[in-house]
């Protein structure tokens, strides 16, 4: 079955780096865009990075953009986010997100604290 599995997450400095994988089984990955999400307990999730399927476009949210980097792997059916200069309101869980069809991970949770 279709499914997307984040690793990656854990507590970190602020001013630290970090680097989020999102393993995607069960689908053609190379033709489909794939996005990063985030959301704070008590707010709505939202989008961090998008990348589409050759990786001729990726775009960022604001807050996220010059500090976040978004890849992908056709080979490996990988999308990995690399988060440097991380930021206390940086703590979220990330979700790993296809939006065909609205089909998301379970999430990895990123903690940026001193």
């Known amino acids: 079955q279709v499914q997307l599995v984040e690793s990656g997450g854990g507590s970190v400095q602020p001013g630290g780096s970090l680097r989020l994988s999102c393993a995607a089984s069960?689908?053609?990955?190379?033709?489909?865009?794939m996005a990063w999400y985030r959301q704070v307990p008590g707010h709505e999730r939202e989008f961090v990075a998008r990348i589409t399927m050759s990786s001729k476009i990726a775009d960022y949210s604001e807050s996220v953009q010059g500090r976040f980097t978004i890849s992908r792997d056709n080979a490996r059916n990988t999308v990995d986010l690399l988060l440097t200069h991380l930021r206390p309101e940086d703590t979220a869980v990330y979700y790993c997100y296809r939006p065909a069809g609205g089909v998301w991970g379970q999430g990895t949770s990123v903690t940026v604290s001193s």
């Open positions: 069960g689908f053609a990955f190379s033709r489909y865009t």
